[in-house]
């Protein structure tokens, strides 16, 4: 497609299980972010991925998350042991290169019981 | 540390009336700022930007902002709201660096 693809859309877990999400960037875009957006909480950055640079992971809230990009193009944000504070929509999104307008994907409701 | 402030959490309007969205900045450098909007349902996506130039810019659906330095400010702003601007809108800032900073948003529902 020609737009940023998230999976899943939707995911509800048990807390302590762990749970992978997938972005999916605009062909082409060198950069990619992921931002974490809670309820009242605006959107909060977690990690960001530039070419074959070292990711900025400075935004982590724990150990428990971590993140892999493949081959400078697909993402994977993984949350080990969830908590329930963990509930929130994970958004990615893309850019060509530079500071420019960002794409983002729709999003990932992640709901953990 | 950069942050970003939006003032109005929720605001409710009429169709017809004006809109205007608070947003400030901290840090004393140059900047990129934007407006995203997320309509229900629907992902975030651009409304307008401001990298250098002209301090008033127009966006889509006759959005406009302006970028007034000295007060650190890039409010948001229309003339006449429709009952479609239901959204909630988001200023983001990003300086020199790649790291683009999210404001809280501002929920904005218009009776119509």
């Known amino acids: 497609g020609a737009g940023v693809s998230q999976s899943p859309s939707n995911k509800v877990t048990e807390k302590g299980k762990d749970v992978e999400l997938r972005c999916d960037p605009i062909s082409g875009h060198t950069a990619l972010y992921w931002y974490r957006q809670s309820l009242g909480q605006g959107l909060e950055f977690l990690i960001y991925f530039q070419g074959n640079s070292a990711p900025d992971k400075s935004g982590l809230p724990s150990d428990r998350f971590s993140a892999e990009r493949t081959g400078g193009s697909v993402s994977t944000l993984t949350i080990q042991r969830t908590q329930q504070e963990d509930s929130a929509v994970y958004l990615c999104a893309s850019i060509p290169d530079g500071a420019g307008e960002l794409f983002f994907g729709e999003g990932s409701r992640l709901t953990v019981l | 540390a950069q942050s970003v402030s939006q003032h109005n959490h929720h605001v409710i309007l009429s169709e017809a009336a004006s809109l205007e969205l608070g947003c400030n900045y901290s840090y004393g450098g140059t900047v990129n700022l934007f407006w995203y909007v997320q309509y229900p349902g629907q992902h975030l996506q651009l409304l307008l930007k401001y990298f250098s130039g002209d301090p008033l810019v127009k966006g889509i659906k006759g959005f406009e902002a302006e970028f007034i330095k000295s007060k650190f400010s890039f409010n948001l702003r229309k003339p006449s709201v429709q009952w479609s601007d239901t959204a909630e809108y988001f200023c983001?800032?990003?300086?020199?660096?790649?790291?683009?900073?999210f404001g809280t948003g501002t929920r904005l529902k218009v009776l119509a």
């Open positions: 983001a800032v990003v300086s020199g660096t790649y790291k683009y900073i």
